[in-house]
């Protein structure tokens, strides 16, 4: 990583209040250039806090930006933060005309040529793709990293019409812990605790919201962008990693956005900006890149973007498992459309005799993390124990022969016969060494349910066999010489999704059944990229601690009781001292339990505790949060519990619980 400090431009920074049509004011902070001269503006709207969460990650590429000529900002939402008003629902109506108020608020600067991009990572990410949908006139690019444009299917919530248990209940629970946190009175002034108090009155746990919509309805069309990508006229710059839950809207936006305004790169990375040096690498120069596109779309420049193929991949190699590399081999792939000319559909007939899939209720336990952030228990271990609770299907590729190299989604066509009306699917794609160690390339999970749609919910015909499809998620992969694609099918894939109500599994007939891969043909591309460059970090401090950290992925069997524990630590504890004397100390955990035959034994907990202590002004403040989330055959028990403090005085302690019927399975 290259720290850089000398720049095209001096820089300064103001955090100002942006004001909306309503009166509410938007918490902003401002890096410009000394210029006399307009330049463009650089937006991210996001809800996390950028006076301390983001704080860091902000230091690294807003002055940047700056240091190259764009005015680039970052605001936070409305109701979080230092900002003004109460919050709603992730992505409502209001957040959204929020940001195109805050875009022709920048347009209409002196400071400002009035052009505006937008970017961001996630939240970010899919704010400014709906920015984008909406088309102000301001807004003439976008760069969105790791971020989905259908926040139903690929936004840790619900996939393949399947409840994400690893996803919704934990990502719902962050939130509340999140939004509950108070504005910050160095920054908020005196009306710092007004507002707080104002915000938690209005506070409702988002976990409510999502399980009352377990199907694709207008409550998730209103937020997604998939629909309506044929509105988008900024021009599209988007970045995916292989390890990321979001990939799959890369290809959508490459394949459904007009050429002469989209690129994309898809790398081998987790859910992170591709330049922050976190594994898996290889890291590139993201900043060096995005400057290119702004430079293009927003400033006129000739920087040679449009002369960029359409698609840039990372093909991983072959490798032994292991949950967590600082590269994955392989190299960089171009492609001039999607779908690509050099990509063919390539199908392989399962074969062999019916066979009964009734997977123990912890199949999925070696998954890995619904969300990988660079972090040592990030990838998935070896599949051998996973693959042993599957049906599993090889396809050997020849040792004399080429590797088979796929760059796209696979699909399984699956003829089977369920033995109850409700019921689940997931395959997972393995590459098997000679040593029989299975790497898992990819996966994809399917609620039997919504197998004619994620729209609505049809119970599967008990005792007849039906031709399911599922598609896996968006893979890049060369199987080397004398290894095998292995298919693996399961009736559970515990956390990742929630189980159906009844475990009775489905009878799977191989000679109705297909896997078909995305097979890309060998090219030479000449394929590179910058370095890594940052401007110079924020100086957070992490005070050393003699405690042993709390391993990451911990995984506990009750042997007498059938029962099996995952405890989760999600990546958020410790303490961070900032430049300006705020201290705050995240501890989270997260616990998955199920008993090996029983579905209805599911059971989810979320525990997060939260200070913001500045000692200097006597401040300090606690958020704790615990969420939990079972079920029976009919409905989901949810149940939040917040408690909020200053000093010693509980100024907000509340408790939901919601019963909530089970609508798809």
């Given amino acids: 990583m290259s720290i850089r400090s000398d720049f095209p431009y001096e820089t300064v920074h103001d955090d100002v209040r942006i004001p909306l049509p309503d009166t509410t004011r938007l918490y902003a902070r401002v890096w410009r250039p000394v210029t006399d001269e307009p330049v463009p503006a650089l937006l991210e709207y996001l809800p996390y806090r950028l006076t301390d969460g983001t704080a860091a990650r902000d230091a690294e590429r807003h002055p940047w930006y700056a240091g190259h000529g764009y005015a680039s900002v970052r605001v936070d939402v409305r109701g979080h933060g230092n900002s003004e008003g109460v919050p709603g629902d992730a992505h409502d109506a209001t957040e959204l005309a929020d940001a195109v108020a805050v875009v022709e608020w920048l347009a209409a600067q002196p400071w400002c040529t009035g052009r505006v991009g937008m970017f961001g990572t996630a939240w970010g990410g899919l704010a400014a793709l709906r920015v984008a949908a909406l088309a102000p006139g301001p807004l003439q690019a976008v760069v969105a990293v790791c971020a989905t444009d259908d926040p139903y299917e690929d936004d840790l919530l619900y996939k393949g019409g399947s409840l994400l248990a690893a996803g919704l209940p934990a990502r719902a629970a962050r939130l509340l812990a999140h939004v509950c946190r108070p504005p910050d009175p160095r920054h908020a002034g005196e009306e710092w605790r007004a507002l707080w108090l104002r915000r938690l009155e209005a ?29 988008v006229r900024a021009a599209v710059l988007a970045f995916g990693g292989f390890q990321d839950p979001h990939r799959n809207a890369v290809l959508r936006l490459v394949e459904q956005l007009p050429q002469d305004r989209v690129r994309a790169v898809l790398g081998p990375w987790c859910h992170q900006y591709p330049d922050r040096g976190l594994p898996p690498g290889p890291s590139i120069g993201f900043l060096q890149e995005t400057l290119r596109w ?27 498992p292991a949950t ?33 899939v009734r997977s123990p209720q912890h199949t999925g336990l070696d998954a890995g993390p619904l969300l990988p952030q660079g972090r040592e228990a990030d990838l998935p271990p070896d599949q051998r124990e996973d693959d042993a609770r599957s049906a599993c299907f090889d396809f050997p590729v020849p040792a004399d022969g080429e590797p088979v190299t796929i760059l796209g989604r696979p699909r399984a066509v699956l003829a089977l016969r369920c033995h109850a009306p409700t019921g689940q699917v997931a395959a997972r794609l393995c590459d098997v060494a000679p040593d029989g160690s299975s790497t898992l390339v990819t996966r994809g999970v399917l609620n039997l349910s919504a197998r004619y749609g994620s729209d609505r919910a049809v119970e599967a015909q008990v005792g007849e ?24 099918v399961s009736s559970a894939y515990w956390p990742w999704i929630w189980p159906q109500p009844d475990a009775a599994g489905f009878t799977l007939d191989p000679d109705g059944s297909s896997l078909t891969l995305p097979v890309r043909t060998a090219t030479r591309d000449a394929v590179e990229f910058a370095p890594p460059e940052h401007a110079e970090p924020l100086a957070v401090v992490i005070p050393a601690t003699l405690e042993e950290p709390r391993p ?38 997260e616990t998955y339990t199920i008993v090996e035959h029983d579905p209805l034994s599911a059971r989810t907990t979320s525990e997060r505790a939260i200070r913001l202590h500045r000692p200097e002004d006597a401040w300090d403040v606690r958020v704790t949060a615990r969420s939990e989330l079972s079920c029976d055959a009919d409905a989901f028990t949810a149940s939040d519990e917040v408690i909020c403090t200053e000093g010693a005085e509980v100024v907000f302690h509340r408790t939901w619980e919601r019963l909530v019927p089970r609508r798809s399975g």
């Fill in 552 to 589: 990451e992925r911990l995984v506990l069997r009750d042997v007498a009781k059938g029962e099996w524990r995952l405890e989760a630590d999600p990546g958020h504890g410790g303490t961070r001292v900032h430049p300006d004397g705020l201290e705050v100390t995240e501890e989270a955990l």
């Fill in 324 to 356: 967590v590399r600082e590269e994955l081999p392989g190299h960089w792939a171009a492609d001039p459309a999607w779908p690509s000319p050099h990509v063919t559909p390539v199908s392989y007939a399962l074969g062999g005799d019916p066979v009964l």
């Fill in 465 to 488: 066999t039906e031709e399911v499809v599922l598609d896996l998620d968006a893979a890049g992969h060369a199987f080397a010489p004398g290894h095998r694609v292995r298919l693996a």
């Fill in 294 to 320: 702004w430079d293009h779309h927003l400033k006129g420049i000739d920087s040679g973007v449009a002369a960029e193929p359409l698609l840039r991949s990372w093909i991983t190699a072959s490798h032994a």
């Fill in 203 to 231: 506070v409702r746990p988002f976990l409510h919201t999502w399980l009352a919509h377990q199907t694709l309805d207008d409550h998730w069309r209103a937020a997604a962008v998939r629909e309506d990508l044929a509105a």
